[in-house]
């Protein structure tokens, strides 16, 4: 157990809909990111928050947003879904340069 | 730019039998080094690591070298297990806080009884 949670595990929805993806830091984490997994693209990184603030974006699509909360907590927000957003969502909180990751949600768009 | 290439799987062993898993990377300055393991149905866990050049990582019977002179930092077992069978991703990170991993593409490994 790494100590990063996420929330939901599984999440099945449809084209156009918008979910959001929960993601809670190791305790003292102050830096979560945020990454992708598909069978196509492999692991891909979307986004990086440290204590509140973006720090650095990736290959983010405008329809995909995040935001972390003062308690570290991070959502990650997707809109406008299409059959290719369909992939496995990981956060990540880290010390230095060490990640520890969650055990990810899988989006499921039909 | 920085990137990482592993070999491509699936690599099939029997157990017992020796494992390596070949990954080399492109970057600018002194990156940290990572090896990744994913089992089916779960996360990424740290398999192990090196921030320096010719550090050796090791962990669970698995060791790493980062090589500088070739730009290599493979992964090895002596004698794997059928529990080992997971999917391997090499990464690195350039060496500050605050950066995003890079991955490879991931190597499946599979040990058979």
């Known amino acids: 157990d790494s100590g990063v949670t996420q929330t939901p595990k599984h999440l099945i929805t449809a084209t156009g809909q918008r979910v959001t993806l929960r993601c809670s830091p190791r305790?003292?984490?102050?830096?979560v990111y945020w990454y992708q997994q598909s069978l196509d693209q492999g692991l891909q990184f979307l986004i990086h928050y440290y204590n509140g603030e973006e720090r650095a974006k990736g290959n983010i699509l405008e329809r995909f947003s995040a935001q972390q909360f003062p308690d570290l907590h991070s959502e990650l927000n997707l809109s406008s879904l299409e059959l290719g957003d369909s992939a496995l969502y990981f956060c990540a909180s880290s010390v230095e340069a060490e990640q520890y990751f969650g055990p990810g949600t899988r989006l499921t768009v039909t | 730019g920085n990137s990482v290439t592993q070999m491509e799987g699936p690599v099939t062993l029997s157990e017992e039998a020796f494992l390596t898993i070949n990954c080399t990377y492109t970057a600018t300055g002194y990156p940290s080094l990572f090896w990744y393991v994913q089992y089916p149905g779960e996360g990424l866990q740290l398999l192990l690591k090196a921030t320096k050049a010719d550090d050796k990582g090791s962990n669970k019977g698995f060791e790493a070298t980062y090589r500088k002179e070739t730009t290599s930092f493979h992964l090895e077992k002596g004698s794997v297990q059928v529990s080992d069978s997971a999917v391997y991703f090499c990464?690195?990170?350039?060496?500050?806080?605050?950066?995003?991993?890079?991955f490879g593409k991931g190597t499946t490994l599979s040990v058979s009884s």
């Open positions: 990464a690195l990170s350039r060496n500050q806080a605050g950066t995003a991993l890079i």
């Open positions: 305790s003292g984490d102050l830096s």
